[in-house]
């Protein structure tokens, strides 16, 4: 009887989502359990797929919100939190995941032959990093740790170097997936920010770049599709000179995701440009980059750019002649 009302305050109760969230975001393993750290990321990964608008606001507007009852605001809470103070790097990159994996299993276009980790596979994460610092001689740092991880990751989200258009059908995520987007962009510009995005803490930038890129490509046929993709888009912009090259490889796919799933005649009426003004950075990209995977990347950028073009019989000449 217990379990059946721990179950249902949990499902029904908004308030009570946002505090187990809390809970889970600020628990610590004091005790040396055995996988900790995956079971802590899967229950915050349920708790977002049960209450998707309400968790995920919550983790990026932070504790403000909790005061209001409308889970317009209340769902701020993962990406606010992403941006808030007294948390670590690996906190911080855990939020990222949590919105990433939910997104994926709210949404009804992932891909089928797409494997997510197992917990062992997990665990072995942290073993990798533990061993190749014990050969080096120190131990491991969160940023260390973040940057196997991000690796992994992107073998599983963002290998590919084309995105494929997916099939129209009903999409659960497209309602909520606004909830996961936005609110990690709202505040990347404020000051004085506990962490260096664009300095020390870059590996941290990439994996926010790949989360934002994983929501949209998630989010697939939202109605609000397109104001993802313009904020993406002028974000993508604004730090595409980004000297990492996680950063500019994630940059390059998001805007994958944008011309690829975007509707193409909706694209040339408002971004046409931008298409025009980014044609010349990936053909940068495409003869400079030192990274293959970032040139690969622009080169499927620009030729489903080059389409969009062609498809309107818009400004063709300025593209194919450079």
Known sequence: MFLFLFVYLLLFTDELSIE????????????????????RRASLVALCTTAPAQVAEYTACGPQSLSSSQC????????????????????????LEVLSLAAKELSSFADENEVEPTAIERESEQQEIEQRMAQAGRLPSQADLIALR???NTRRFSRKSEVKQRRTRANPFSAVSAY??????NH???PKLSFALLGE?????????QTLAIVMYAAGNAPHFLQMARAFWDFAL???????????RQLLFGLSVVVTLGRRDKLREEFYQDMLETHAWLVGVFHEDPDLECR????????TIVDIFKEGHLGLHDLADR
């Open 150 to 152: 991000i690796k992994n």
């Open 20 to 39: 187990f969230t809390r809970t889970l975001l600020y628990l610590n393993d004091d005790f040396s359990l055995e996988n900790f750290a995956n079971l």
């Open 188 to 190: 990347f510009d404020r």
């Open 72 to 95: 317009f605001i209340l769902g701020r809470y993962l990406g606010g939190q992403f941006y808030e103070r007294n948390f670590n790097l690996a906190q911080r990159y855990d939020m």
């Open 180 to 185: 996961f987007f936005f609110p990690l962009l």
């Open 296 to 303: 690969s990347l622009a080169s499927v950028v620009t030729n």
């Open 201 to 209: 803490d870059s590996l941290l930038l990439e994996r926010l770049v």
């Open 238 to 248: 604004a730090i595409r000179l980004a000297s990492v090259t996680g950063v500019r």
